[in-house]
């Protein structure tokens, strides 16, 4: 008997001995994971309305002679700053003195048939009334002094004309701008109202396509952050398309650029400040997605909870979120090693 006793103690030792040693390993295979925290509270983060755009020039004007004509001097370079009134290119001369001169003597001859048959017509007046002329006569004279004074006043209009053809013989820049480009070399032939010389104005603005939800925010005035190539500079929105472009569905917006010397044709990021927006903001980095849903690991009596987000808004490196509450605490590190309940130790 006393040997079957000893035997069922030996039993329940054994057993005892096997169920610690089962809570132990258990123990030890549930891994503390260290991930670092932020309290979440309420602020107000400025929003901005990113863009993309191209540079370019308010304005280019294409500079061209009034007449056909050779030219005989280019005083600009590509790249070149001008000034109003400065001079850009210069026709030859010679035929066009030639045309005034000739325009000129045909006025003059003009201007004397004119007056003779003017005075003739006014002696002729005078004996009609007196019944020395008929009226045939007096008909006859006055329509000739009609058409001799309409040919002086067309003779007069072309000689205004071939004047103005030779002042305008040298083309002067209207505002202060850039020589974008040189169309025609001295010694070339030109014919009129083809350019010849484009200049584009100092001024630079940048082309963004603005979509219809953000047209609220988005007005003509409204200030905006430039980036270049990583040079900063201040703008303003100067014009708003009424109607969006065909393709894109997007409003075209010009912004002007304040300061800087940029190339045109560059790149530029447009930032437009609309203010700022109160709520519950979290690190971007915080967030997880898996299968199109965004999450984070909120963290309560050091055990991580899975938490779906619904993302209200996004500001650079944060999301504004509307289901975390002040005072809640997320994780933004380590979180990508967590699962839903893990155990977790804070760091710092």
């Not at 003739?120 to 004996?127: F, G, H, I, K, Y």
Request: net charge negative.
């Amino acid at each position: 008997m006393k040997k079957y006793i000893s035997l069922l103690v030996i039993i329940l030792i054994l057993l005892g001995a096997a169920g610690c040693s089962k809570t132990g390993t258990e123990a030890s295979n549930e891994q503390i994971r260290a991930v670092k925290v932020q309290r979440v509270e309420t602020s107000e983060k400025p929003v901005k309305l990113n863009y993309i755009g191209t540079l370019d020039a308010k304005e280019t004007i294409g500079y061209s002679f009034k007449t056909a004509g050779q030219i005989s001097h280019v005083y600009v370079e590509k790249g070149e700053r001008v000034k109003r009134g400065d001079r850009l290119a210069e026709l030859k001369q010679g035929d066009l003195d030639f045309q005034a001169e000739t325009a000129r003597l045909t006025m003059i001859k003009a201007e004397d048939s004119a007056s003779y048959l003017r005075a003739n017509l006014e002696r002729t007046q005078a004996l009609y009334q007196e019944g020395a002329v008929s009226t045939d006569q007096y008909e006859q004279l006055k329509l000739q002094a009609n058409i001799a004074e309409n040919s002086f006043m067309a003779a007069k209009a072309n000689y205004e004309y071939q004047t103005s053809l030779q002042q305008d013989a040298t083309i002067r820049a209207e505002q202060d701008g850039i020589v974008a480009a040189i169309v025609s070399d001295e010694n070339e032939r030109v014919s009129p109202y083809v350019p010849v010389i484009q200049v584009r104005s100092i001024e630079e603005v940048i082309k963004i396509g603005i979509p219809q939800q953000d047209l609220e925010h988005s007005k003509v005035g409204s200030p905006a952050e430039i980036d270049i190539d990583s040079k900063k500079a201040a703008g303003r929105i100067t014009s708003l398309a009424e109607a969006p472009d065909a393709a894109t569905r997007t409003y075209e917006a010009q912004v002007a650029v304040k300061g800087g010397d940029f190339k045109i044709g560059s790149i530029a990021r447009v930032a437009i400040d609309i203010g700022g927006d109160e709520g519950i903001w979290i690190p971007l980095a915080a967030v997880l997605s898996d299968g199109g849903e965004d999450y984070v690991y909120t963290i309560k009596d050091k055990h991580a909870i899975k938490r779906t987000l619904e993302i209200i808004n996004q500001a650079e490196n944060k999301v504004k979120v509307a289901n975390i509450k002040p005072g809640e605490y997320v994780a933004v590190s380590g979180m990508k090693n967590l699962d839903d309940g893990a155990r977790i130790k804070l760091v710092k």
